[in-house]
């Protein structure tokens, strides 16, 4: 009935995605990543699911949503970025691009943040 | 940055120890599951906030920006856990028993299929769950009266859309997800006939809006509305009018460049699927009943839909969310309502409307013995 009953689920759906998203990001500017990683094929999945949106996960497929409503991203660009980390081909092209990810989910989280303090 | 870190951080972990120190001791039972949720999440944020200033990676130069992001994410978590989680613990008393028994009993009654959610009388606006938390506020006289208990219903479904993992509740999200692709393509299908037409850019603009409200928020409105239909009947329904006449704002309100946003569907919208699902589930006659009645409201309020409204909210995608929703909440296995059924708490909320509108004036009284009626037979084991 209320907003923050909506806003909650956003909140945690997106916390998940972005503290994957940046742990990731730390192993591969630390050069401490292979593709064999699991949270790497996790977010490759993740990424490569915001093209087509058939992921079964109703949270998934929740933020997958929220990220395609989002100006800055370029859902065909980070499903690309996706396949790329399952190789070995990662450079600063894959980083800089999933930077803006993560900078958009951090809005997004506040965002949601915001409208749970609101109330109502 | 990293001076600001080094002493944020710290800052922040005594902060989150404090908290923990906070939580009372001897809590009721039904306060055990919150206690362990608050506890485990508040030492989830402290080992993050030690790593933020102890793992080397995080030192890095490059790392500056993730280091930023994870330190507020931890600061949101633990203001939430703070101004919701321990707020609800400091606070529990004797007084918050009775509607965490009804709730209790609700769950026993429809067969729903998780633990029932703590109830805590500190809601500051109507009836607001934290899924994440398991936990539902509720104002603080709300226990003594019986005409809006029907939203506990509507609540105990939110919680269900965030499961993950759960074989019980994917035919619940399945049949979201069902609904979402048919909100899509109706959607889609303005879209082209707009396209088709040349109309107006800002029309585009408006069905863009309308699929995101409908996808992030709208469907769980409904989907919960639904769920609360099935498992309780009529007396939903009759909540969500009274809802609509005491706190409601325009009845068909879609968000354009003025009206603004909305989180919720239109109160007509949501009427609508509920009234169809009444309807499903053998109870037309009842849902003709409530119609007469928002006919009514409708027309005191001075409210008409415009073409708007109709495009955002047609009538037959609203049916569909009725008719997926259904097996969404049978396929959990839980009791749909019937006019059979005799469980205390089904009864008492349905017989309360029936009793508000045979004897408006003298419900008030039949209200009072009805709550401690209802009182007693929840202190009973069921």
């Known amino acids: ?120 | 940055m990293h001076e600001y870190f080094q002493g944020a951080v710290r800052q922040l972990i005594e902060r989150g120890q404090l908290l923990i120190s906070m939580i009372p001791r001897g809590l009721s039972r039904e306060f055990h599951r919150l206690e362990d949720t608050c506890r485990r999440r508040l030492s989830s944020v402290l080992d993050d906030l030690n790593n933020l200033i102890t793992d080397p990676r995080l030192l890095l130069a490059a790392n500056q920006p993730e280091r930023l992001r994870q330190f507020k994410r931890a600061i949101w978590e633990m203001d939430l856990l703070e101004t919701v989680c321990i707020t609800a613990l400091e606070r529990a008393k004797d007084s918050d028993k009775h509607l965490n028994r009804v709730v209790e009993r609700i769950r026993i009654e429809i067969g729903y299929p998780m633990l029932p959610p703590v109830v805590t009388p500190l809601s500051q606006s109507y009836f607001q769950t934290y899924p994440q938390f398991n936990l539902m506020l509720v104002p603080l006289s709300e226990g003594h009266f019986l005409l809006h208990l029907p939203d506990l219903y509507h609540e105990l479904a939110h919680p269900l859309l965030l499961t993950r993992y759960d074989r019980h509740t994917q035919p619940f999200k399945d049949a979201f997800i069902e609904v979402t692709d048919h909100v899509t393509k109706h959607i889609d299908d303005e879209l082209e006939r707009e396209k088709r037409g040349n109309g107006p850019q800002l029309l585009s603009f408006y069905l863009q809006q309308w699929l995101k409200y409908w996808i992030l928020n709208w469907t769980t409105e409904i989907f919960c509305d639904l769920f609360a239909v099935y498992t309780l009947g009529p007396a939903y329904a009759w909540s969500h009018l009274h809802l609509s006449a005491t706190r409601g704002g325009d009845p068909f309100k879609v968000p354009t460049i003025s009206g603004g946003a909305t989180t919720h569907p239109a109160d007509g919208a949501r009427m609508a699927a509920i009234l169809h699902g009444l309807t499903l589930i053998g109870f037309a006659n009842e849902a003709a009943q409530v119609e007469e009645r928002w006919n009514a409201f409708i027309l005191v309020s001075g409210a008409t839909p415009d073409p708007d409204y109709r495009r955002c909210f047609p009538r037959h995608l609203l049916h569909i969310v009725a008719e997926k929703a259904l097996p969404g909440v049978k396929g959990m296995n839980c009791r749909v309502a019937d006019s059979t059924i005799i469980d205390v708490v089904h009864s008492t909320l349905n017989r309360a409307w029936v009793e508000f509108w045979r004897d408006p004036a003298g419900y008030a009284n039949w209200e009072k013995t009805a709550v401690e009626a209802l009182r007693q037979e929840c202190m009973k084991t069921p």
């Open chain 1, 1 to 120: 009935m209320s907003q923050i009953s909506m806003y909650s689920g956003v909140y945690e759906d997106i916390r998940e995605y972005a503290e994957l998203l940046d742990k990731v990001l730390i192993d591969l500017k630390g050069g401490n990543s292979s593709p064999d990683d699991p949270i790497r094929r996790k977010l490759a999945d993740l990424l490569k699911s915001l093209l087509t949106s058939q992921t079964g996960d109703l949270s998934m497929r929740m933020v997958n949503f929220l990220l395609r409503g989002t100006r800055e991203i370029d859902a065909s660009e980070l499903a690309r970025i996706g396949e790329l980390l399952e190789s070995t081909q990662v450079d600063s092209s894959v980083i800089e691009p999933l930077e803006r990810l993560a900078q958009s989910l951090e809005r997004e989280q506040a965002v949601a943040m915001a409208r749970m303090r609101m109330r109502g």
